[in-house]
């Protein structure tokens, strides 16, 4: 009985020994797989406020700490709050605009042609030559006006002022002509009217792309009619895909802010119109007659 108890001892001892060693096997594993251990860890402590075409953002995407310090430093708590958060709005809302809107124009391979882009260019500069004859034209009209004894004061400053202005006009254009007599200064505006124009063709085929794929309404900013409907509708399709995704609660209204604006929005009509054709490749009587 006591070799069968010293047996049973034994076969005890054998079983806690291999336990003991395969725990130290495995911590020895731990120990030595701690730094990539500690280093995922520490990746995985900033979590993203947001995913863009597979892309994540981090709070200091959003508002980049050496800003933050120096708005800090010169603003109060609650102006700073106001300009943080309005700072993080924009930010994500630029650059998941800017992701959505360039990904669905290289996936079309929008691009305006070199003829697009001389098109643009000449009938601008054909603009451009008719309302500088216009502005001479008011101009002279103004200076016989302000010689009339019968204007108020009122009249006569308000007159005043816009004389002043297309003075000024006047001035930029003769600076201008005389800048490009310059070999040098004519090759430089050459070349910087040819990729303003690019872009803004290209803007114009981004928007008549959405406009015919999704359809909707039309607003008026400062580059042109925008298909805002289009633009929201461009969103919402990447979004349910994935294409973007907001993990921040007080981020989830941002990219949708810009559609809380009271626009003015033009009819189908009228937006079917202008997308038909380069706004620029039409005459002023045809605009006015279909309403712009």
């Known amino acids: 009985m006591a070799c069968a108890m010293l047996k049973q001892t034994k076969e005890e001892a054998m079983r806690i020994a291999v336990t003991l060693i395969t725990i130290l096997c495995l911590l020895s594993l731990d120990f030595w797989s701690t730094p990539s251990s500690l280093q995922a860890a520490d990746m995985d402590i900033r979590m993203p406020v947001a995913e863009v075409l597979g892309k994540a953002l981090y709070e200091d995407d959003l508002v980049p700490p050496k800003a933050d310090a120096e708005q800090k430093a010169k603003l109060s708590s609650t102006d700073h709050r106001v300009w943080y958060e309005r700072t993080r709005e924009e930010t994500l809302r ?4 800017s992701a959505v809107f360039g990904d669905y124009t290289e996936r079309r391979k929008i691009e305006p042609t070199q003829a697009e882009i001389d098109s643009q260019i000449r009938e601008q500069k054909k603009f451009m030559s008719e ?3 216009r502005r001479a034209k008011q101009r002279e009209e103004l200076i016989a006006e302000l010689k009339s004894p019968g204007l108020n004061e009122a009249q006569r400053k308000q007159k005043q002022q816009y004389l002043e202005t297309l003075n000024s006009l006047r001035d930029h254009d003769a600076a201008r002509e005389q800048e490009l007599k310059d070999p040098a200064r004519e090759k430089m505006w050459q070349e910087s009217e040819q990729r303003v ?3 803004w063709v290209k803007q114009w085929k ?3 792309a959405l406009y015919r794929e999704f359809g909707g309404r039309i607003i008026f900013q400062q580059a042109g009619w ?4 289009a633009y929201r509708a461009l969103l919402d399709q990447y979004k349910a895909n994935k294409g973007f995704v907001v993990h921040d609660p007080a981020l989830q209204e941002a990219v949708y802010r810009y559609f809380k604006h009271n626009f003015v929005y033009a009819d189908e009509k009228k937006a079917k119109f202008y997308f038909e054709k380069p706004y620029w490749e039409r005459t002023q009587e045809e605009m006015k007659a279909a309403g712009f």
């Open 131 to 133: 309302d500088r004859v």
């Open 226 to 229: 925008e298909p805002i409907d």
């Open 206 to 208: 981004v928007n008549q």
């Open 94 to 97: 630029n650059r998941v605009w």
């Open 197 to 199: 124009a690019r872009v």
